[in-house]
């Protein structure tokens, strides 16, 4: 996933494959500088259609993410419980706005 610098309000959609996650489902996604490193951000997304969440930031969420390389993971929860995680390592760029 790549995202510009300083970017809010724009849907980044990101579709689920490998599992049916139902309207009750939510995933929860967290972005950190490295592997091992803290969270940067963490949001979770409760509106699942289609197997498909908006990821959408507010400003403030945004600010929090500089230009920069970053991973992600994907958690899937049921009823409150963690299932699995849809993607344990994903890269994350955000880039420099022109």
Same mark, same amino acid.
């Given at each position: 996933?790549?995202?510009? !610098?300083?970017?809010?309000?724009?849907?980044?959609?990101?579709?689920?494959?490998? &599992? /049916?996650?139902?309207? =009750? #489902?939510?995933?929860?996604?967290?972005?950190?500088?490295?592997?091992?490193?803290?969270?940067?951000?963490?949001?979770?997304?409760?509106?699942? !259609?289609?197997?498909?969440?908006?990821?959408?930031?507010?400003?403030?969420?945004? &600010? /929090?993410?500089?230009? =920069? #390389?970053?991973?992600?993971?994907?958690?899937?929860?049921?009823?409150?419980?963690?299932?699995?995680?849809?993607?344990?390592?994903?890269?994350?760029?955000?880039?420099?706005?022109?």
């Amino acid at each position: 996933m790549e995202m510009t !610098e300083g970017d809010y309000g724009l849907t980044l959609p990101i579709t689920i494959s490998g &599992a /049916t996650i139902g309207s =009750g #489902d939510s995933i929860k996604i967290t972005i950190k500088r490295n592997v091992d490193g803290k969270s940067v951000l963490e949001k979770t997304f409760t509106s699942v !259609e289609d197997n498909t969440i908006d990821f959408v930031l507010t400003e403030e969420e945004s &600010a /929090t993410l500089p230009v =920069g #390389d970053y991973v992600y993971a994907l958690d899937w929860y049921q009823d409150d419980s963690f299932m699995c995680n849809i993607i344990k390592i994903g890269s994350f760029k955000v880039v420099n706005k022109a």
